[in-house]
Every structure is written in C-alpha cells, then in structure tokens.
C-alpha cells in the first residue's frame, strides 16, 4: 500500500517548516488590513455556478475552461470558488451590507481554477482579498495601492516587486475601444495564437494579456483603452495619480494591462516581480462600478484586490532569510526524572511566551542533547540527577547570543530560569 496515494495534480501540501513561514505572510497582511478598517468575511467555498457566469463573466477564461462545477443532488449547477469578488459582492447583497454603510471587507482561503500546474500556480491556490463599497473616487483607489505598498514594505519584498497601473475606462468609452482593438486585430487573425483568435469574438481585450511571442509583437502597436477614455474616467485616473505622487508610492502605467476579468472598470493593478519566473504578478485589483448592478441589487460602486499567496510566500522567501525553529527552549531530562521536567516545561509556558518541546522518548541526556541542537531551539533545559539533587535545573545555550557564546551552561533556580527566559526572550 506504501505510496498508493499521492496529493491530487495541481494541489499541494505545506510542510512543517514551510506552514510557519505561511503565517508569517499571512499574519503580517491580515494585521495591515486591520489597521486599515478592514473586517473579516468567511465565504462558503461553494457557489452556484451562475453567480460567476454572471458577475464574472461567460466568456472568460476562468468560465469558460477553469471552474470545478458540479451539480448537486437536485440538479443545481454548483462551482468550488474561483475567486472572491462575486462571493463577497452575493453575501454583501444578502446580508444588507451595502445599505447605508461603506464596508471594507476582507476574506481568506483556498480558491480553485483548473489550469496547467506550474511553480507558484496551483489548482488550490490561496488568497488573501480585500474589498471597499460605496465609493467611487480615486481616493479610495490610491489607498488602496498605499496600503498594498505597506503590506509589500512590511513583507520586506517591496524592492522586488513593481506596481503597475492602467485604465480601462467604462461605459461608452469602453467599448468605442473594444471596436477598435477588434479593428486593429482582425487583419492580424491568421497570425494570432489559437487563444487569441477565439478571443478575437469573446474577450478582445484578454489579448493584450497574451504571453505568446507572436501575439505580443502585433499587440505591441495596438491601440491602447488610455486613448478611448472619456473625461470622468481620465480625471479619475490623472486624480489617482496625483494622490500616488503626494504618497511617495511608486508606479509604472502599462497601457495593455487589462485583467482576466469581465467586471473591472477604470483603474486596474498589479504588483509584479522578475524574482519568480514567468508567474509575475503577485498581488492585482482594480475598480468594478458595474458589478453590483450586474448581480441584481440597485448601482454601488467598488474596489479591491486579490493577494495570491504562494507567490507571496515564495517572494518572501526569496527575499528573507528565516531560521522557523521547531522550540526555543528544548527540556531534557533523566528518565527517571520525566515527571519534574514536565513541571518545569509548564512554568515556563505559564510565564513566557517560548515554544518549549519536551523530550518525547527514550535516550540518555547525550543523546537528549544532540536532538536539542537538531530542533534549532536557543537553548536547553537539563534536569539530571546532578539537578535534582541541588534542587535546580541547567540553561545550556545551544546558539551564539549577544552576551553568551555557544555551549554556556549555568545551574540555576526554576525562579532563576524563568526570570532569565523572560528578559532574553
């Protein structure tokens, strides 16, 4: 039976060891979100399936070829998430969040698309996502983009990573430039790979977002939605500018950045790295006026972002070295002796916030040690028979310390101890 079962294609586990790390990130954008104004919303993983068929769009990639969708016993047609915007839009218009309120909303979790598995693209992939209703002006926009900036400063990557910006304009003007992409194009069908010529009809400006030599060299010269903006949608933009430059937040306008997306409206985004190969794009939003109308409640306007985390993750690792130890401290003790170790490991926990890992199994104090230093704890706590009798415990120091070096042991006190471990923890 030894290795019958593997994980499913395109999903992955996370490892003790890599899950701290996880935490870390996760923790560090979750805590900026807070100081933000925003409050957690838990979607169910399951939708009905028109939702994102609606509110996402039917001729999306993502609707068209990457939902898991089922039907359930009565027939109804169900879909593992593939994003968060409709979900938390649906649960908004259910709730009665959108009256008289200017919620900011955050969510986490798993979200699912079926596509070709790669190094930071999986099949279950994480995202952190963040939401603001109510609001139509750039303002909200750029502190959108300043708080990301933080969440990137506060990861320690934001060197590695660039904003980039675009508009898409709305309405009108919109679709007076979807003619003229579709006009520039249509010449160029032959040339164009087989999934830019079936956007050609569907999705025009998904083309833009082609990674396809050839396809990039013809969008190249195409024409670009800044030229197609009305006045509303090019004072927004030149607004969200200027709100950018007075907070010092760095950007570069890509006029064919759109997004995989039907619902975005004007300002779109994405944060990009070179440091992770071909998946670059690391953190992307935009505004989607339309999408509440779209799903059936009365016109509120809208922005937010989505965070995928294992590209995050790996950024951060990339970018940080971290020592995620098992322990600080490591309790040793005599076999005979198990019983008063136990009794010093809950003082410890009781008064300091370390990690203590107690010797689980057989071994003598040697060999008790060396497990110690393997667990990359700071420092171990040894009852011996040595101890027991002076009714004390030793602190070894298994790591180099400001004050101590490598392989210092002292006999101390179980006060003594716990008030060592408080001030050097």
């Known amino acids: 039976m030894a290795g019958k079962y593997q994980r499913v294609r395109g999903m992955r586990d996370i490892l003790p060891g890599e899950s701290e790390r996880w935490r870390e990130v996760e923790g560090v954008v979750i805590d900026v979100l807070g100081r933000y104004g925003f409050q957690e919303l838990r979607l169910p993983l399951v939708e009905a399936t028109d939702l994102f068929a609606r509110g996402v769009g039917e001729a999306t990639d993502l609707v068209e070829k990457e939902m898991y969708t089922f039907d359930d016993r009565k027939g109804k047609s169900l879909s593992l998430r593939p994003e968060g915007t409709a979900g938390c839009v649906r649960a908004c218009i259910e709730n009665g969040l959108l009256h008289n309120q200017i919620p900011r909303l955050w969510y986490h979790g798993p979200m699912f698309r079926y596509e070709r598995p790669q190094k930071g693209r999986t099949r279950q992939h994480t995202q952190i996502g963040g939401e603001i209703f109510g609001v139509s002006s750039p303002e909200i926009d750029a502190e959108l983009l300043t708080m990301l900036c933080r969440v990137f400063r506060e990861l320690g990557v934001s060197r590695a990573v660039t904003l980039e910006l675009n508009s898409l304009g709305s309405g009108t003007s919109r679709e007076r430039y979807r003619e003229a992409l579709v006009d520039y194009l249509s010449p160029h069908r032959e040339e164009l790979d087989g999934d830019s010529r079936r956007r050609l009809d569907t999705n025009p400006l998904r083309i833009l977002d082609s990674k396809v030599p050839t396809t990039r060299a013809i969008v190249a010269d195409a024409p670009a939605p800044r030229d197609y903006l009305g006045d509303e949608s090019q004072q927004h933009f030149d607004g969200l500018l200027h709100l950018l430059d007075l907070a010092g937040v760095d950007y570069r306008v890509n006029p064919h950045l759109v997004r995989g997306l039907d619902y975005y409206t004007d300002t779109v985004f994405e944060w990009v790295t070179e440091a992770l190969g071909a998946q670059g794009a690391v953190c992307s939003g935009g505004r989607y006026d339309g999408l509440v109308e779209r799903l059936g409640h009365r016109p509120v306007p809208g922005a937010g972002f989505g965070m995928g985390l294992e590209r995050v993750v790996l950024l951060h690792e990339a970018c940080n070295e971290r020592d995620y130890s098992r322990a600080d401290v490591y309790l040793v003790a005599g076999p005979e002796h198990a ?29 008790q040690l060396r497990q110690a230093d393997r667990s990359g704890a700071k420092w171990a706590v040894i009852v011996g028979d040595d101890e027991v009798a002076q009714n004390r415990v030793s602190l070894k120091w298994l790591r180099e ?22 001030g050097a923890g």
């Not at 019983?339 to 060999?367: F, I, K, Y």
């Open 339 to 367: 019983a008063r170790g136990a009794m010093v490991a809950e003082r410890l926990r009781d008064a300091t916030p370390l990690r203590v890992l107690q010797h689980a199994g057989v071994g003598g104090l040697a060999s």
């Open 401 to 422: 310390g400001p004050q101590t070096g490598r392989g210092e042991q002292t006999m101390l006190t179980v006060a003594e101890l716990v008030s060592t471990l408080q």
